[in-house]
């Protein structure tokens, strides 16, 4: 069972849908990423949590440290959101461990 | 703030070719990671730097992949000679040891292509 459990694994909804993408995680960390991934395959770091929620445009991500997970939204998806999003958090050993991914695929 | 560097942004090379990659990590950050990226799949951990030493290098191919991390600041990723399946997007990240404080960032990455 890996460490870092992401889901869904995929993903498909209309222009404009809420998106919701959780992250469970099972061991001590000092903080999570939200990573985002088109199909060039360039990463764009979303957000870094320790704690609490942030909000940038459109996507708002939370944690909560006790139920050791993590979501990541989407509102008012547009077709360019479509891509990879991966959580990845920092444990207490320094070791950066990733979830699967999500697919996610907005139809316009 | 100034984020991890890579270059290139894409590479295409032949097999039995060697390539190399570059990171510029955060300023302070003493720890540096280099992931390999296989298209479907999750980031696989090739090698850990602290400082200029390697914590974990188990999964690097040591016989054709190398690294180094001279002066414990920016770091280069040798593949010599490449293969096809060695295509794939190498993600570099940084982190503050230890602190506790989650200090940790990814780099945009380097998408190779061995054909």
């Known amino acids: 069972k890996n460490e870092v459990e992401q889901s869904p694994q995929n993903l498909t909804a209309q222009e404009g849908e809420f998106i919701t993408i959780n992250c469970s995680y099972s061991?001590?960390?000092?903080?999570l990423h939200w990573l985002q991934q088109h199909p060039g395959g360039g990463i764009v770091s979303l957000f870094m949590?320790?704690?609490g929620k942030k909000k940038h445009g459109r996507l708002i991500a939370t944690i909560n440290i006790q139920e050791k997970h993590s979501s990541l939204h989407i509102t008012a998806s547009h077709p360019r959101d479509s891509a990879v999003y991966i959580c990845?958090?920092?444990?207490?050993?320094?070791?950066?461990?990733f979830g699967k991914g999500t697919r996610l695929h907005i139809l316009p | 703030e100034a984020g991890v560097a890579q270059s290139p942004r894409y590479k295409i090379i032949e097999k039995r070719q060697s390539v190399a990659f570059w990171c510029n990590p955060i300023?302070?950050?003493?720890?540096l990671y280099w992931y390999q990226q296989i298209l479907g799949q999750g980031p696989k951990l090739l090698i850990q730097?602290?400082?200029?030493?390697?914590?974990?290098d188990s999964q690097l191919p040591k016989d054709r992949f190398s690294a180094e991390r001279l002066k414990g600041v920016d770091s280069t990723l040798k593949i010599q000679p490449a293969k096809l399946e060695d295509s794939a997007v190498y993600l570099c990240?940084?982190?503050?040891?230890?602190?506790?404080?989650?200090?940790?960032?990814f780099g945009s990455g380097t998408r190779l292509t061995v054909v």
């Open positions: 949590l320790s704690s």
């Open positions: 990240a940084s982190s503050l040891v230890g602190s506790g404080d989650g200090g940790y960032t």
């Open positions: 730097f602290q400082n200029n030493g390697v914590v974990d």
């Open positions: 061991v001590g960390i000092s903080a």
């Open positions: 300023s302070g950050h003493a720890t």
């Open positions: 990845a958090a920092l444990n207490r050993d320094d070791k950066i461990i």
